[in-house]
């Protein structure tokens, strides 16, 4: 199997298996937390041990600080237009149409998905285990996100089938994105590489310091912090291979 076929299978599972997840029996909230908090070491080390450098390595410090600005004020726009769902909130709020709801999520979540797949293909450019890696982190992150889109439409739906599909199609921007990153990638110099690298790194960390921790410190639990070091550990064993 192509190693760039493997990526991309890894990273569109994450949708899949959450949305099917969803439909059939929800996991533990302390299960969950631990899941996302892997994911946030994971994109982390791979943002500040691998990216970052990269990123300077191909042009400079300041073009690579500009790109990490930008890739953070990119994703703090799209929050600003379109919140974007947190794993914890996967209940009705009083009052709201859970239809609704269910839809705009599974739409805030369809366009947040797009730059995750360009993240993806970035991770091609510099060396294909932080690919791997950007590919799990994303993967993992986005089952939470599946089961709080797919469980909420069908509740109000009664349609099985249908929610898993709905919920499952959140997987389609992360394959584009990673297409259209591939291609763009072919085209460039290796200084506008580089801070597309640089934005790339500030878009993980904006991700993981705004959704993943926060999120998985709902548990409560001290040992759940362990498992964003498993994610580090994790990233730095990968310099073995």
Sequence with gaps: ???????????????????AI???????????????????????????????PESIAFTSIPVAVVGIAVGSLV????????PHIHPRVCTQEQGRNLHRTAL?????????????????????????????AIAIAI????????????????HSTGLRLRSFLVSSSTAVPLLAGFLVARYIFR???EDVVG?????????MIYITTDELIPSSCMGRSHATIFW??????????LGLI
Excluded at 107 to 124: K, V
Excluded at 139 to 154: M, R
Excluded at 195 to 203: D, K, N, P
Aim: net charge neutral.
């Design 104 to 132: 705009y999520l599974i739409f805030g979540i369809f366009l947040h998905n797009f730059p995750e797949g360009m993240a993806i293909a970035i991770g091609t450019v510099t060396d294909i285990r932080v690919s791997v």
């Design 22 to 52: 969803g439909v059939l029996r929800r996991p533990s909230e302390r299960y969950i937390c631990n899941m996302i908090c892997f994911a946030a070491g994971v994109m982390l080390a791979i943002s500040f041990l691998e990216l970052i």
């Design 1 to 19: 199997m192509s190693p760039l076929f493997g990526i991309v299978l890894i990273s569109v599972m994450g949708p899949i298996i959450g949305s």
């Design 139 to 154: 993967g993992v992150h986005n089952i939470p996100e599946g089961i709080c889109t797919s469980a909420p439409y069908y």
């Design 187 to 189: 085209t460039i110099p």
């Design 195 to 203: 801070f597309i690298v640089g934005a790339t790194a500030g878009l």
């Design 228 to 237: 964003l070091m498993v994610g580090v550990i994790f990233v730095v064993l």
């Design 75 to 82: 994703m703090y726009g799209l929050d600003r237009l379109i």
